[in-house]
């Protein structure tokens, strides 16, 4: 268990430090950067546990994740540019018609 | 440390895969058809895919293993395939059943081409500036984007997949799947395209920080079983030997990614946003389809995987529920736009499915006559999606100049003008209150049978207050459409002694809107989704049947 907690730390601190990105920035890139960010805190703690299970089950879903985050930003991207083209700005506090 | 290559069974998955294989050949119709022929060739692929995947649904389950238990006869059907990370069971087959059952209705409504007189509710060019050159362009020239039927069906896929999905690694590649083609479905609304790309931001940006969450709760609940598999972590948790902070923590974000999906609160903030914003026609398939793919995934992972800890999340869920009853019922209330308030309505709804989920027992202490949580659950969904497809359906005719005309203001007077539409209207959302005989009444008397029965007795007792209060919204749209006078403004004037009354009134009434005559597409779509209500409200007795034979999910 030791030899990876260094690991998970370091993996949660990434995670929250993505998290706290999301909620506090205000440009939508960099809102995406921070989810990118804490999908990398994921595959490191994936990674480490697999280490200590010595199976390859965490590391292939590492793989994955990547796929998905790869795909996930080809979209995202394609969204932010829409807006960003509509709008001229691409900050989230501007996209405000839609509430209550 | 070895792979070896799973086996992949056919015979059972091959509604799946035929529902992605249409995805595919779909997106080479994008790039080899001419643009003129795209529109039929696209949409009659799309709906004859869905109808062979929903006959193949029905096959599969007439052929699916029957698991028995001594002394208690057959508690199950179905088998795992693809290496263990499928569980192709009854539940999954009767989710299987409504999805595709509804993303047909979907298919239907993305292919109505009257309302909007001669092109489709999707952008002409999503790319081209609203208001540029190039949109008016592509406007003229009668364009549409065809791209959303193989997105359309890349998401229906996602969502057979996910709760199917019996690891957490598969699980949350089906989440994406299905979630994925949402975003993009969601911004591509021809009428009102800052809303509908504004819709598509909020989603994208909370749907990929929720999934974050979800991924994070799967590496915790890995590094505590050291298996993504559900067996395994069932395993895990009854041995009790890992270390339990890490099942907590990683049960409470996986719970996080899923309750976003259904809308649950405090997760719910997205729903009206992208509710309202998204074309509606979309707004439809969305609400129906994904709400019956999470329910069905939510229900796997609490059941299967973390079944034996049980006592650790139903008093969560209790809390959420409560909340979200509330707050969606509250919050629909005071609402002033018809597709707004249909999605506070949503999330109430969630907030009842979650009292039929918390519902469960150990399977000893459920009698042979009494529903399951399960089988509320998914009967419940049975009656929500009909009832929620049909009213999208109806508000995408209501209309005036600017197209869609969703203000209550709108649509007073409706009955009056057309009693048919609203007559239609008002029924669905009489379902979506539960008035006895209607499917909704049916629905909710399972699902707070079942959590009675669990002893929530204070989760149901708040879930009847909701149902109350959301009586008191649906009961004040159809109080709108059929007993608001149409002419008050110039009654008003008139006794004022203005003067102006005529012209006034003259206004009021081009403003008001009128319903449009759609396609045989949108008006059977509406129609077969009234007579499901109907017929699950006067004879449930089939569909819960069903329900019941569809047994505990595998493990």
Known sequence: MDSVTPFIVLSSILFT???????????????????????????????????????????????????????????????????????????????????? | MEFTKPTIEYATLWPLLVVFGVAVVGVLFEAFLPRERRFVAQSVLAVLGLLVALGGTAYVWTQLDEIRVDGQGVVARGELAAGQTLAVDGPTIFLWGLVLLFSIAGVLLFAERRLEGGVSTFAGQAAALPGSEAEREASTRG???????????????????????????????????????????????????????????????????????????????????????????????????????????????????????????????????????????????????????????????????????????????????ILTMLAGAILAAVQTDVKRMLAYSSVAHTGFLLVGVLGVRSAGAVGTDEITALQSVLFYLATYAPATVGTFAIVTLVRDAGGEATAFSKWAGLGQRSPLVAGAFGFLLLSMAGIPLTGGFVG????????????????????????????????????????????????????????????????????????????????????????????????????????????????
Not at chain 2, 232 to 246: C, F, K, P, Q
Not at chain 2, 293 to 318: C, I, K, N, S, T
């Open chain 1, 17 to 100: 430090i993505g998290a706290i990105g999301v909620l506090t920035r205000r440009n939508a890139i960099v809102v995406f950067m921070c989810v990118e960010l804490m999908l990398n805190a994921c595959n490191l703690a994936l990674v480490a546990f697999a280490h200590q299970y010595g199976n390859l089950d965490g590391q292939i879903a590492a793989f994955f994740v990547m796929v998905v985050a790869a795909a996930e930003v080809v979209v995202g991207l394609a969204i932010i540019m829409t807006i960003f083209r509509t709008r001229r700005s691409a900050s989230v506090d501007d996209a405000s018609l839609l509430k209550y």
């Open chain 2, 143 to 321: 364009l549409h984007h065809t791209e959303v039927y193989p997105l359309l069906m890349f998401a229906v896929g996602g969502m057979m997949l996910f709760p199917t999905a019996n690891d957490l690694l598969t699980m949350f590649v089906a989440l994406e799947v299905l979630s994925l083609p949402l975003y993009l479905m969601c911004g591509l609304a021809r009428r009102r395209r800052l809303l509908s790309q504004e819709a598509a931001l909020k989603y994208f940006l909370l749907g990929a920080f929720s999934s974050g969450f979800f991924l994070y709760g799967a590496a915790l609940v890995f590094g505590y079983a050291g298996s993504m598999q559900f067996a395994d972590i069932s395993e895990a948790v009854r041995n009790g030997t890992g270390n339990n902070a890490l099942l907590l923590i990683g049960m409470g974000l996986l719970a996080v990614g899923l309750l976003f999906k259904v809308g649950a609160v405090p997760f719910q903030a997205w729903t009206p946003d992208v509710y309202q914003g998204a074309p509606t026609a979309v707004t439809a398939f969305m609400a129906a389809c994904t709400k019956i793919a999470a329910f069905g995934a939510l229900l796997r992972l609490f059941y299967v995987a973390f079944g034996a800890e049980r006592w650790d999340w139903q008093p969560m869920l209790w809390v959420i529920a």
């Open chain 2, 444 to 555: 909710k008397w399972s699902v707070f049978t079942v959590a009675m029965a669990a002893g929530a007795w204070p989760v149901v007792l708040v879930a009847i207050v909701a149902s109350i209060i959301s009586v008191f919204f649906y009961v004040r749209v159809i109080l709108l459409m059929f007993f608001s006078d149409d002419d008050t403004s110039e009654v008003t004037d008139a006794e004022t002694g203005w003067g102006a009354g005529t012209v006034t009134a003259t206004l009021e009434r081009v403003e008001t809107a009128a319903v449009t005559k759609p396609s045989l597409l949108t008006s059977g779509t509406i129609a077969v989704c009234v007579l499901l209500v109907v017929l699950l409200g006067l004879v449930p007795g089939p569909i819960l049947d069903l329900a019941g034979d569809a047994g505990q999910f595998i493990r």
